[in-house]
C-alpha cells in the first residue's frame, strides 16, 4: 500500500507542475486573445485541483522511494501525465478524438515530434506554444531521469551515468548529491535554450517563432509551428543555428556542464562518446550529400550538402525537424538516416536510441571477443581510452541491446498485421522508437500519422513510451517476479 501511496504523492507534485506550465499558455491566450483561453482555464484547474488532492491527501506517506515504486512511477508518469496534456487540445478541438490527442502529447513529452495535426500554421499561439513547452519540459525530464530516476531504479545509478562519459569528467566535476547535480544540468540546458531563441531572432525568425522552436531544438524534439517545418522559412542561417544546436543537445549534458565549469573545450576532446558522434554525423553529412549530388536530386554539392547536413543531423539527433521532403531522396540517404537515429545520440543527452557509448562498448566487445579468438589464453580486460569496462556494465549493454531489437521487430510485425506496408511500418517503428519523429511512405515527412488506423496510432504511441523510458521500466512491469516481495 505505501508503495502505491509514494507513487500518488509524487504523481500529484507532477500534475501540481504541469498546472503550472498550462499557466503560461493561458496568459498567451489572454494576451494575444487567440481564442483559446478557456481550454487552458479548464485545464490548469483541473489539473491543479487533482495535483493538490493527491499530494496532500498523501503528504504523511514516508518519501523513500523503493526500487518497485521507481519502477512504477516512471512507467505511470510517463503514460498517464499525457492525459492530463490532453485537456486543453479536446477542449479547443473538441473533433480530436482522444486517441488522437494522447498520441501528440505522448509525441510532444517523450520529445519525438511525430504528429497527427494539420494546419498548424492557423493554430492559436497558446496551442502552438503548449505543444513546444511540452517538448522542452521532458527534455529536461530526460536529463533528469538520466541522473536521479535510473540510479533509484538500480538499472544505471551515477557510477555507471560517470563511466558512460568515458572519462570526460572526474567524480567532482560534478556536484556530489543528486538533486544538485539534476539542478547543475537544469541550469545548462535552460542556458543553452535562451542562446537558441537569441540566435534564431537573430536568423530571422520572429520572438514567437524563435521561442517554439529553440524548445524544440534544445529537447530535440522536433515540434515546429508549421506545417512545413522549417522548410517554411528557406532560410540558411536558421537552419545553421538550428543544425548547431541539434548538435549540442545530442552532446552529454554533464559534459557541458563541465566544460563550462573549467571555462575550457578539453572536455569536449576527452569525451570519448562526443568524438565518437560528431564523426560519425559530420561525415554521414558529407556522405549522404555526395549521394544526393550523384544521384541528381540538386544540381550542385554545396545544395546538396545544405540539404543533406540539415535533414541528416536532424533525423540523427532524434530531433526531427526537416526542411526538405527526404521520402523522395535515393533510399539509401534515408535509410542511413534512421540508422543513424538508432545510436548516434550521447547518452545523458535528450536524444533517444541505443546511445553512442552502448555502441561504443559493444563494437569493443566484439573486438575483443575476436582478439580472443586469435590469442585464447591472453587476458586483455575491455578499455575505452583509460577506463575499464567491468563485466556488469558490458552485460548490461548486450542485454538492453538485444531487448531494443526484439521489441523493434514485435512492433514492425504489430503493424504489418494490420496491413500496413513494410516501408511505412519499419519507418514508423524506428523513429516512433527512437523518438526521432517523420518516417518515410506514409508517414514521411510531407505527411504526418494522421492516416494511420487507431490501431496503428496505439501501436505507435507504445513504441514512443517504450524507447523513451529506455524500454527496462516497461517490460519489466510484465515479468511476474516483479510483482513478488
Not at 560517470?162 to 543528486?178: H, M, N, V
Not at 566487445?365 to 579468438?373: G, P, T, V, Y
Request: neutral net charge; charged residues 10%; hydrophobic residues 55%.
Amino acid at each position: 500500500m505505501n508503495v502505491f501511496l509514494t507513487i500518488v504523492h509524487i504523481f500529484g507534485l507532477v500534475t501540481l507542475s504541469f498546472s503550472a506550465l498550462m499557466s503560461t499558455c493561458w496568459i498567451t491566450s489572454e494576451l494575444t486573445g487567440d481564442g483559446a483561453t478557456i481550454a487552458f482555464l479548464y485545464g490548469m484547474l483541473f489539473t491543479f485541483i487533482l495535483g493538490a488532492f493527491l499530494f496532500l491527501s498523501t503528504i504523511w506517506v514516508p518519501k523513500k522511494v523503493s526500487r518497485q515504486a521507481g519502477f512504477l512511477l516512471v512507467a505511470s508518469t510517463w503514460s498517464l501525465t499525457p492525459v492530463l496534456c490532453t485537456i486543453p487540445l479536446m477542449i479547443f478541438m473538441p473533433q480530436l478524438s482522444f486517441s488522437d490527442a494522447y498520441f501528440e502529447t505522448v509525441s510532444g513529452l517523450t520529445t519525438t515530434g511525430a504528429t497527427i495535426l494539420s494546419g498548424i500554421d492557423n493554430l492559436p499561439m497558446s496551442i502552438n506554444l503548449w505543444r513546444c513547452e511540452l517538448n522542452w519540459i521532458a527534455g529536461l525530464g530526460v536529463i533528469i531521469f538520466a541522473v536521479a530516476i535510473l540510479p533509484i531504479l538500480g538499472i544505471g545509478g551515477m557510477q555507471l551515468y560517470k563511466a558512460e562519459t568515458l572519462g570526460s569528467f572526474k567524480e567532482s566535476d560534478l556536484p556530489p548529491r543528486i538533486a544538485q547535480t539534476a539542478k547543475a544540468l537544469w541550469m545548462v540546458y535552460a542556458g543553452f535554450t535562451l542562446l537558441c531563441v537569441l540566435a534564431l531572432r537573430w536568423a530571422g525568425m520572429s520572438w514567437f517563432d524563435a521561442v517554439c522552436h529553440a524548445f524544440s531544438a534544445m529537447s530535440l524534439g522536433g515540434f515546429s509551428t508549421h506545417d512545413n517545418s522549417i522548410g517554411f522559412y528557406n532560410s540558411l542561417s536558421i537552419e545553421v543555428v538550428l543544425t548547431i544546436f541539434q548538435l549540442i543537445a545530442a552532446i552529454n549534458f554533464a559534459t557541458h556542464f563541465v566544460a563550462l565549469r573549467k571555462q575550457s573545450i578539453k572536455p569536449y576532446f576527452y569525451d570519448r562518446e562526443a568524438r565518437g558522434f560528431l564523426m560519425l554525423v559530420l561525415g554521414s553529412c558529407v556522405l549522404a550529400a555526395f549521394v544526393l549530388w550523384d544521384n541528381g536530386t540538386y544540381t550542385d554539392f554545396y545544395t546538396s550538402l545544405r540539404y543533406a547536413t540539415f535533414n541528416l543531423v536532424s533525423i540523427a539527433t532524434d530531433s526531427g525537424f526537416t526542411n526538405q521532403d527526404f521520402n523522395k531522396w535515393p533510399i539509401f540517404v534515408p535509410m542511413w538516416m534512421l540508422f543513424l537515429s538508432c545510436i548516434a545520440a550521447s547518452s545523458g543527452s535528450t536524444g533517444g536510441g541505443i546511445r553512442m557509448i552502448r555502441t561504443i562498448i559493444l563494437m569493443k566487445q566484439a573486438r575483443l571477443e575476436m582478439f580472443k579468438f586469435i590469442h585464447p589464453y591472453a587476458i586483455r580486460p575491455l578499455k575505452i581510452g583509460d577506463m575499464l569496462i567491468s563485466n556488469a556494465i558490458v552485460n548490461s549493454v548486450t542485454g538492453f541491446i538485444f531487448l531494443y531489437f526484439i521489441c523493434i521487430v514485435i512492433l514492425i510485425f504489430a503493424l504489418l498485421m494490420s496491413g500496413l506496408d513494410f516501408m511505412t511500418a519499419f519507418s514508423a517503428i524506428i523513429a516512433c522508437f527512437n523518438n526521432a519523429g517523420p518516417g518515410l511512405n506514409e508517414v514521411g515527412p510531407a505527411s504526418n500519422f494522421a492516416s494511420l488506423s487507431e490501431y496503428q496510432k496505439a501501436v505507435c504511441t507504445f513504441a514512443m513510451l517504450l524507447g523513451r523510458v529506455q524500454i527496462f521500466s516497461i517490460v519489466i512491469l510484465f515479468v511476474p517476479e516483479f510483482w513478488r516481495k
